[in-house]
């Protein structure tokens, strides 16, 4: 048995054993995917999706930017390499996925790999808030606060908002210093005392 023969086994079983999804395409055309990313879209093996292509997978309303996004590294130019996208899982039901890109190229062939964690619905504390200094806070530092008292963190809340984390971290210490806070600890203790959470 080759080295290269072990080596790509290998290779294939962690992919196969990841927990967040896993995809390569070639020309639109899936080359390969993993058991979590079939799951995921709700399919109970790979085999259903080993012949789809990723206008089959994305929701037709994401379809054209993902497209985009594929035809600017075909012609070597800028494009995203985390976003989120919207995909259609079996029987219909829409799936939101994070989305970490990174491309290389085998025999003049451009593999596109696609690792996705799933973000579900996220349910933001409706509550009135009666912290002090709230009323001084804007709509997205609230927003943010919210999401942070719904045991979101910065990376998920930037997902999920699309944007920056560090655009969350910006909002995050203005909101904090308005709130007369140090961190997160203080924010649960301060909510927890006035009945917030």
């Known amino acids: 048995m080759s080295a290269r023969y072990i080596v790509d086994r290998h290779f294939r079983i962690a992919l196969d054993g990841a927990s967040d999804g896993v995809m390569i395409e ?6 390969y995917i993993n058991p979590a990313y079939a799951a995921m879209l709700g399919y109970p093996s790979t085999t259903e999706l080993s012949d789809a ?11 054209e930017r993902l497209r985009w996004f594929g035809l600017c590294r075909r ?7 985390r976003y989120t996208f ?6 219909g039901r829409i799936v939101t996925f994070d989305a970490s890109i990174s491309q290389t190229r085998a025999d003049g062939e451009l593999l596109i790999m696609t690792i996705v964690r799933e973000l579900h619905a996220v349910t933001v504390p409706r509550t009135s808030f009666d912290l002090p200094g709230t009323k001084r806070l804007s709509p997205r530092e609230l927003e943010i606060i919210k999401y942070l008292l719904a045991g979101k963190r910065s990376k998920e809340i930037a997902a999920l908002l699309n944007v920056s984390e560090k655009t969350i971290g910006t909002h995050r210490s ?3 210093a308005k709130l007369a806070l140090r961190g997160v600890g203080d924010l649960f203790r301060v909510a927890a005392e006035r009945g917030v959470i």
């Open 53 to 63: 292509t990723i206008a089959e997978i994305a929701d037709p309303e994401d379809f």
């Open 86 to 91: 919207r995909a259609r899982a079996r029987g």
């Open 26 to 31: 070639a020309d639109e055309h899936i080359a």
């Open 75 to 81: 012609q070597g130019k800028p494009a995203p390499t």
């Open 174 to 176: 203005r909101a904090f």
